[in-house]
């Protein structure tokens, strides 16, 4: 089941990093200033790396200073990245890992269009990171955790990156009670940040069994519907537009085939639009905030 889901978080995910989502338009910086990045933040990093992927602003609780390495779990665009960048300053160094080829091409090429000169990109998963042991003061990432098919061998190898008294300090969406039957199943749930949450319990046993410390995990108190208020259906993966409208459809041409069942692989828009065709109806037949919710998850490796 893991590969299952790793292979529809990378197909999922790379449409979205070559669908041309950015702070540009108004939902996707709508959903950015909901949880917690406000207009001067956006304004001051490529408009690109804001994909209207997070659910919280992890960049707010972790307390980064200048000269720390900091490392983010699935960077995407780059968003937490540049903005950590300015904090370590030129002495620092803010690091992403990400398991998708085109997000990391994104982010590389964002890098390059702002300029920055403090940070790398490596493609890599979050239980494989080609990081030295004790070598990070800081771990954050923002609504990436859940989509770890094994997050305990994940928080392990987080532990292993980390210094003593390294901090890690993330945004997850973590369960409020259990999931019904039919969207803990669903894939595209779980890519979309819901069916792989764990519930703030869990969270807390899998970061001590980790062997961190000083465990706190808070509510947000953040509406989840911001995704869906912004036109998109997940919080971790906005809606791409196709490139024809229902009216420009080749089934109102004269094109006598193209109604045929399909066999040629499947565009990256149209990846995107059936994954969210998904979600949004799976959204639709229940209240998101009764379920789940954004939660500010923070742990310590002991000295």
């Not at 979050?126 to 923002?142: A, K, R, T």
């Not at 969406?173 to 869990?202: F, H, M, N, Y």
Request: glycine share 10%.
């Amino acid at each position: 089941m893991s590969d299952v889901i790793n292979d529809a978080v990378r197909k999922g995910y790379g449409s979205v990093a070559k669908s041309g989502l950015s702070s540009d338009q108004g939902n996707i910086k709508g959903i950015a200033n909901a949880f917690g990045y406000s207009d001067e933040d956006l304004a001051s990093i490529p408009a690109e790396a804001n994909m209207g992927l997070s659910c919280g602003n992890p960049i707010a609780m972790a307390s980064i200073k200048e000269g720390e390495t900091v490392v983010d779990l699935g960077a995407g665009g780059g968003l937490d990245i540049f903005l950590a960048s300015k904090s370590v300053g030129p002495t620092g160094m803010a690091i992403g890992i990400d398991m998708t080829g085109d997000m990391v091409s994104l982010a590389r090429k964002n890098a390059a269009k702002g300029g920055y000169e403090n940070v790398k990109f490596y493609l890599a998963e979050i239980e494989h990171m080609p990081l030295p042991d004790n070598s990070v003061d800081c771990v954050i990432s923002n609504c990436v955790l859940n989509l770890c098919a094994d997050k305990d061998v994940a928080l392990k190898e987080v532990f292993r990156i980390l210094k003593p008294g390294g901090r890690f300090a993330i945004s997850d969406i973590a369960l409020r009670k259990e999931l019904p039957e039919a969207i803990e199943k669903e894939v595209a749930a779980w890519t979309g940040c819901i069916a792989g949450a764990l519930s703030v319990d869990q969270n807390r046993e899998a970061l001590l069994g980790a062997g961190f410390s000083q465990v706190d995990i808070q509510d947000a108190h953040s509406d989840l519907n911001a995704y869906k208020d912004g036109g998109l259906a997940a919080c971790c993966g906005p809606e791409v537009e196709t490139e024809k409208s229902a009216g420009d459809s080749c089934c109102s041409t004269a094109e006598p085939d193209c109604c045929a069942p399909e066999e040629t692989a499947k565009t990256d828009d149209q990846v995107a639009s059936e994954y969210h065709n998904t979600m949004s109806d799976l959204l639709d037949e229940f209240d998101v905030n009764e379920y789940a919710g954004s939660f500010k998850i923070f742990a310590l490796k002991p000295e």
